[in-house]
């Protein structure tokens, strides 16, 4: 089995969701102890974003198309995908989403048809640690502000992903108190995590 783990915050060892992502993949690895991981630091070692000189694929970015097709390859040999999604301003890292503009590939992780778009990476489990200063859940008075967790559900669903485990830690810029039970309230879920569910 392999795994690619990603994280995204640019907190360090302070930062929630890597503290998330971390147990969610040693969760699995007590199961899996030969499990193949990948790591991925985008906050240390960011992916750059698209220009329009990647599209145009010329001489001198042959080094950037190289590292898009690693990126996409380590995600499509990948049989679960552990992310830690920071949560800044409203929504994702521009860090995490230049990682995603490398795997969301037409022809690789998804195609259009006569009947729409068709996924192609419906072989994967994904499993999100999102962290959020403020509350943001249904019902709370913020939620529709919430473009982090719901566009990362909308993109693995574009591409075909349908095993999709989401564990969520918010409040934690509210008070000490609040980050003490968001981070609790979140390791529930992560220590309940099936190691042997898998993708159909």
Not at 24 to 32: E, G, I, R, Y
Not at 41 to 51: N, R, Y
Not at 110 to 118: D, H, K, L, S, V
Request: charge should be negative.
């Amino acid at each position: 089995m392999k795994l690619l783990h990603i994280d995204s915050s640019i907190l360090g060892e302070r930062s929630v969701s890597r503290t998330l992502s971390k147990a969610a993949v040693q969760k699995l690895q007590d199961f899996h102890p030969m499990m193949d991981v990948t790591y991925r630091d985008l906050a240390t070692d960011p992916v750059p974003h698209l220009t329009a000189a990647h599209l145009a694929a010329g001489p001198d970015v042959l080094g950037d198309i190289a590292l898009g097709e690693t990126i996409l390859n380590e995600f499509l040999s990948a049989d679960v995908i552990v992310i830690g999604v920071a949560f800044y301003n409203l929504t994702i890292p521009s860090q995490l989403k230049a990682w995603i503009d490398r795997i969301v590939i037409a022809g690789k992780t998804f195609r259009y048809t006569e009947n729409g778009a068709e996924g192609l990476a419906g072989n994967k489990r994904v499993i999100l640690a999102v962290a959020r200063g403020g509350i943001y859940r249904q019902g709370a008075s913020l939620a529709a502000s919430e473009h982090a967790e719901a566009y990362l559900r909308s993109l693995f669903a574009f591409i075909g992903v349908t095993c999709l485990d989401v564990v969520v830690a918010e409040g934690l810029a509210i008070s000490d108190a609040h980050r003490e039970c968001g981070r609790a309230t979140a390791f529930q879920p992560i220590s309940a995590l099936d190691p042997f569910h898998a993708a159909g």
